[in-house]
């Protein structure tokens, strides 16, 4: 399987940042890691290894990217305001570099955004707030509003709202959604999610699921038995939906 590892300075998060690149053509993966992990991490989870037969193939290529949640999300040292604004500032780099470097590496007209855990929350949270940039959403074991506390996790923003927490939360912005031509494009989006019946956060995504439903936006919810928030379930749900 070709892996290709790239390495470059975003001016954007004045640092550099790596991603790796497996397979040579077919539909685009962009791979957001978990909270801890980092762009070789599912690499390193085998989640790559499970779909190494459609990516030898040339049916999928895999963009597995850094998350940055420990200067984002879970950096204890910013105000709660300045972790969305560097979130945002992530976001940029993805829409403004990754991608761009996605189109010219690869000229196949579907992108999916895939993500575990945190990165299920920042693959929806993307692919929901700009469905024209993707053909498919698959999140496995997300929390998709990160200011509701749930089991050990916290208000990752420790009771700071804003527009900025609003517009970048699924099950906060979803409802209110009314745009005809964003609405749309998120009918056309095939979403596929998926979490363990013992997982805390199923409430979480069937609240999601019938937010979706009102909206009239096509998509599965898989319930798999156990927590299944660990490497060996994603490994198995990738090389299902993905």
Not at 71 to 81: I, K, M, N, Q, S
Not at 155 to 182: A, K, M, N, Q, V
Not at 189 to 199: H, K, P, R, Y
Request: proline share 3%; charged share 25%.
């Amino acid at each position: 399987m070709r892996r290709d590892h790239r390495r470059w300075y975003s001016h954007r998060l004045h640092r550099d940042m790596e991603l790796l690149i497996f397979g040579h053509a077919g539909a685009k993966v962009l791979m957001f890691p978990t909270r801890d992990g980092r762009f070789w991490e599912y690499e390193a989870l085998a989640v790559t290894a499970s779909l190494a037969d459609k990516v030898r193939a040339g049916h999928l290529q895999l963009y597995c990217i850094e998350g940055l949640a420990r200067e984002t999300f879970y950096d204890g040292g910013r105000h709660p305001a300045e972790r969305i604004r560097r979130h945002a500032a992530f976001e940029d780099y993805i829409l403004h570099e990754v991608m761009p470097l996605m189109a010219a590496t690869n000229s196949h007209d579907c992108t999916m955004a895939m993500g575990c855990s945190l990165g299920a929350f920042q693959a929806a949270s993307l692919a929901f707030r700009h469905p024209h940039l993707f053909r498919k959403l698959v999140a496995f074991s997300g929390r998709y509003d990160l200011t509701m506390k749930v089991d050990c996790f916290d208000d990752l923003f420790e009771g700071y709202y804003g527009d900025d927490i609003y517009f970048h939360t699924p099950t906060h912005f979803l409802p209110g959604l009314s745009c005809p031509w964003r609405l749309e494009k998120l009918r056309q989006l095939d979403v596929v999610l998926a979490v363990g019946d013992a997982d805390p956060f199923l409430d979480n995504n069937r609240h999601l699921s019938r937010l979706l439903d009102d909206k009239g936006i096509r998509h599965d919810l898989h319930v798999w038995d156990g927590r299944a928030h660990r490497g060996g379930a994603w490994r198995a749900m990738a090389a299902l939906y993905v």
